[in-house]
């Protein structure tokens, strides 16, 4: 079957090509094999990726590499990219995470198999992948002699690979001195990135750690209040007591309902650590539990959302800093979204909390009206 290109090859590079179409069914198997065998390991293992790609070297690309380089491959089976697989990460450390998944699933010639990123190249950044050369562990006869290349690399020095090769800079034009210049602290600037991404996750990950340690062992007046510190606050289910208190009224279930929308309402409060909430609870549980009496105990409402703790907690704290209507209406806008309903359940509110004992101190005794 002639080669439909202009390029002209020679009568070994010929016969290669010609191997290459023979063996085309067994590198179809190894590349659907290969590509969902990495998939499936990644998944297992956790391993979150930002792309996995696979390919086939077409009769096009072979030929023109055959054209630079036929005479030093004695079979077809010499050439090890006929199958490549790409897996791109999001930090540099994945990549020897992945490279260790590769290792144990796959057999790797070492004698092929290059690390660029240890050979310090000048400017070099968009090149330094992890390339294995591998086979299938398989008694497949047709597939098991057969290798193929996996390379790994960040997801930084994939974008670089493609700018550089899209801008020709890796081509056969010369490129003036200035724009290697300014290539060259681009890489830089890339690389340095890649590196500081990787240790800032990890600086991240272990003060996510250190959090969680203090918030289990009570040391709350350490921990800031945060989305990661309200997080683990909320696995010890702080508002447990309260709610199970408000649904004996009735008897009543409670279902899950999200509580980190409250956040921004605690932060509202002037709460800066854990220990700010821990107080809040402790001083205002007594009359959130009798607010919520005030609420069900004539109902035969039989279902509570998980949140009604923290949410009665919430309107006694405003009611007793003697915000009234206003600051029950930014409870309810904060949590709800401003919306004209919320001035029916302020209204609920203010007509039920009279009967509080707080009431008469605040809004009477002081003479702080109730503002409007």
Not at 352 to 361: C, I, P, R, Y
Request: charged share 30%.
């Amino acid at each position: 079957m002639p080669l439909t290109t202009d390029i002209i090859l020679s009568p070994h590079e010929e016969s290669l090509l010609q191997q290459y179409r023979d063996l085309l069914p067994s590198l179809k198997k190894i590349e659907k094999l290969a590509y969902n065998k990495l998939c499936k390991a990644l998944d297992d293992q956790g391993i979150y990726v930002t792309a996995t790609e696979h390919r086939l070297k077409t009769e096009k690309s072979l030929a023109g590499k055959l054209l630079l380089k036929g005479a030093k491959y004695h079979t077809i089976k010499d050439i090890t990219d006929l199958v490549g697989l790409r897996i791109i990460t999001f930090y540099s450390d994945d990549v020897d995470k992945v490279a260790t998944i590769v290792n144990k699933m796959f057999d790797i010639d070492w004698k092929v198999s290059v690390d660029k990123r240890k050979l310090h190249q000048f400017n070099s950044f968009g090149y330094n992948s992890l390339h294995y050369i591998c086979r299938l562990r398989t008694k497949d006869p047709d597939i098991n002699d057969i290798r193929f290349e996996i390379q790994m690399r960040t997801a930084l020095q994939h974008v670089w690979s493609t700018i550089e090769h899209d801008m020709g800079y890796k081509g056969n034009v010369i490129i003036s001195d200035e724009y290697r210049r300014q290539f060259s602290r681009l890489s830089g600037m890339l690389e340095l990135m890649d590196d500081e991404f990787s240790r800032l996750r990890n600086e991240i990950t272990d003060y996510r750690r250190n959090v969680q340690s203090l918030v289990k062992s009570g040391k709350l007046d350490d921990v800031a209040l945060t989305v990661d510190s309200f997080k683990t606050y909320l696995e010890m289910r702080p508002f447990e007591r309260l709610n199970q208190r408000i649904a004996s009224v009735n008897q009543a279930e409670i279902f899950p309902a999200s509580l980190m929308g409250f956040l921004p309402l605690l932060e509202s409060f002037g709460f800066q650590t854990l220990h700010d909430v821990e107080m809040f609870i402790h001083d205002n549980s007594e009359d959130a539990y009798q607010l919520a009496l005030e609420q069900i105990a004539l109902t035969d409402l039989d279902i509570l959302a998980e949140n009604v703790g923290l949410q009665n907690l919430c309107l006694v704290y405003i009611l007793k800093q003697g915000r009234g209507r206003e600051g029950l209406r930014f409870v309810y806008d904060t949590l709800n979204g401003k919306q004209d309903s919320n001035d029916i359940l302020v209204d609920m509110i203010m007509e039920e909390a009279k009967h509080l004992s707080f009431w008469d101190n605040v809004y009477n005794n002081n003479k702080r009206p109730c503002k409007e």
